[in-house]
C-alpha cells in the first residue's frame, strides 16, 4: 500500500505545475469574484486553455458550466468549484476494455516520434508485464535510431525479457516478422514492438507502420492487436496533432503520456481525450523502471486540484 500511495505522492509532485496554472487560479476567480457573470466565466476559459485544456475542450466545459449554474439556480462562485471539478473530470474515461490486451494474447505495437520515451516506455512496459508473471518477447523495430536497439537491450536484460533484435539499420518489418515467429512459437502472451520514430519524411515513416500491420495481420491474425503512441506531455496542443497525424497510418487504440514530473501541460490529458476520443493508457512520472503507470482519469483530476496538506493522507487504491 505504501507503494501505491508514493506514487499518487509522485503524481502530485509531478503535476505540481499544472496545479499552479490551473487549481489555484481557479481557486483565485472563486475567491474574488461576488457573482457569476460574463467575467467570472472568461476568466475561467483563460486558466482553463493556459492549462492546455484546448480550446475545443474549455469551451465544452464552459458551457455545461453554464447550463448547470443556470439549471441549478447558483449564484455564489464558490459552488462552483467543485461542479467545475466534476465536469472536467467527465471529459476522461477509460473503456472497460481499456486493457483487455493485457490478458490475452497479444502484440502491442508502440509509435510515435523520436526524443518522446518511445523506446524506454516499450522497456518499462515489458518490466511491468514480467513481473505479473507474462511471458514477454520484444521487438527492437526502432533500427534507425543511433543506439535505440543498445538502449532497449539494456531495458530488456534488467527486466528479464527475450528480445529479438538485428543489426542498426536493418528493415523494421523484418525485426517484426522475426518477432512474430518467436512470439508464436515460444508461446508469448505480449509481443510489444518498439517502432521507428523518424526516417527521411513523415510519407516513408507512415508507410512502414502501414508495412508492419500488414505483417502483423497476416503472420498472426489471431492475435490481440494494441497501438500504443507515445507522447510528450511537456509539449501541450503539439501532442494533438502527433496523434492525429500518426492516426492517418495507424488504428491507436491509446496513448502513453511520458515526462509529466515537472511539466505545466498537463491538462494536455484532458484535451488529448476530450478532443480525440482516445483514452491515455499510461503515464510516466520519472526515469526509474516502475515510473511508467496505469493511468486513473479521477487519480489525474484530484492530484491537479489536490493541495499537498489535502493529499497527505491519501492512498491510491487503483490496481497497477
Known sequence: MEEKKSFFRKLMDGLAKTRDNIADGIDSIFSGFSGIDDEFYEEIEEILIMGDLG??????????LKEQVKEKHIRDP????QLLID?????MSLPETAYEFENRKSVVLVIGVN??????SVGK???GWKAQGKKVIVAAGDTFRAGAI???EEWC????VDIVAQQEGSDPAAVIYDALAAAKSRNADILVCDTAGRLHNKKNLMEELGKINRIIQREYPEAYRETLIVVDGTIGQNALAQVRQFRDAADISGIILTKLDGTAKGGIAIAIQAELGVPVKYIGLGEQIDDLQKFDPDEYVNAIFTTKEDGKDHVDTREV
Open 55 to 64: 480550446v475545443d475542450t474549455t469551451m465544452t466545459v464552459l458551457d455545461n
Open 78 to 81: 464558490e459552488e462552483c468549484r
Open 87 to 91: 465536469l472536467i473530470r467527465g471529459q
Open 115 to 120: 526524443g518522446v520515451g518511445k523506446t524506454t
Open 125 to 127: 512496459l515489458a518490466a
Open 150 to 152: 543498445e538502449q532497449l
Open 157 to 160: 536484460r534488467r527486466a528479464g
